[in-house]
């Protein structure tokens, strides 16, 4: 690609966002997926005889692992879709195939962009306001990792401690802090419109019915595609509701 096409004054971002070495950072992060994945299915291979398992019940519960990712997956898919035309196709990649979260991508994106007296899309979204909101994206995530990883061990020395006192304690505590989590998010989009608001009952609606219906029809599948599912309705749901 010419470094002429690069102009961080241009509202093409396309240029800067498909740039090789874009490409080349996704490539690599996939291959470090790729050679975790094949680590870990070599582990369980060696674990598995101290836990009474054939190479048969292995191979099973890897393809029954495979199949119940595919619901959650298909939610990941619908988030990185959305986020395409703000980002293009490495960015998304590079974001997707790391421990992060779109809501807060969009929303580091969002406040590098206003840093920089523009928003995420629209005639004052140029090159330098991708770059730099990209790099907030990128700074948070390395800092979400790194939290992980040096917390990680502290925490389950505490987790050990509350389950020695009381082992309820730590069912209900990680439950309750990703409903609190969630539940900020989606109550902050219901003081936007009213669209806003049918969207998020239409799609925690949705959820129930999935939960309830895996229940009661005892098909664990539904509760692993409720997630996705209820991103396509609550989907279609906003678009009939603001289509013209």
């Not at 996939?30 to 975790?36: K, N």
């Not at 020695?164 to 998010?185: D, H, R, Y």
């Amino acid at each position: 690609m010419p470094f002429s096409a690069v102009n961080p004054g241009s509202t093409d971002i396309t240029p800067i966002s498909f740039h090789p070495v874009l490409w080349i950072a996704a490539a690599a992060v996939f291959a470090v997926i790729i050679l975790q994945s094949l680590i870990y299915l070599r582990a369980i291979r060696k674990a598995a005889p101290a836990a009474n398992l054939t190479d048969g019940q292995v191979t099973s519960s890897v393809r029954r692992g495979g199949i119940a990712a595919i619901g959650p997956s298909l939610a990941v898919a619908l988030v990185a879709i959305s986020l395409l035309p703000l980002f293009s196709t490495p960015a998304v990649l590079t974001r997707i195939g790391l421990v992060g979260s779109a809501a807060f991508d969009v929303a580091a994106a969002g406040l590098a962009a206003q840093s920089q007296g523009a928003g995420l899309g629209g005639p004052s979204y140029t090159q330098k306001v991708f770059a730099i909101g990209f790099a907030a994206m990128t700074l948070g995530g390395l800092v979400w990792m790194v939290t992980a990883l040096i917390l990680t061990p502290i925490l389950a020395k505490g987790d050990k401690r509350l389950r020695n006192v009381n082992p309820a304690v730590m069912t209900v505590v990680p439950g309750a802090a990703i409903l609190a989590a969630f539940f900020t998010l989606a109550f902050a989009e219901t003081t936007k419109s009213g669209t806003h608001i049918v969207t998020v009952l239409a799609s925690a609606a949705v959820m129930g019915l999935c939960l309830a219906a895996a229940k009661y029809f005892k098909k664990p599948w539904l509760r692993e595609w409720g997630l996705g599912i209820a991103i396509l309705v609550s989907l279609a749901v906003a678009y009939f509701l603001t289509a013209k």
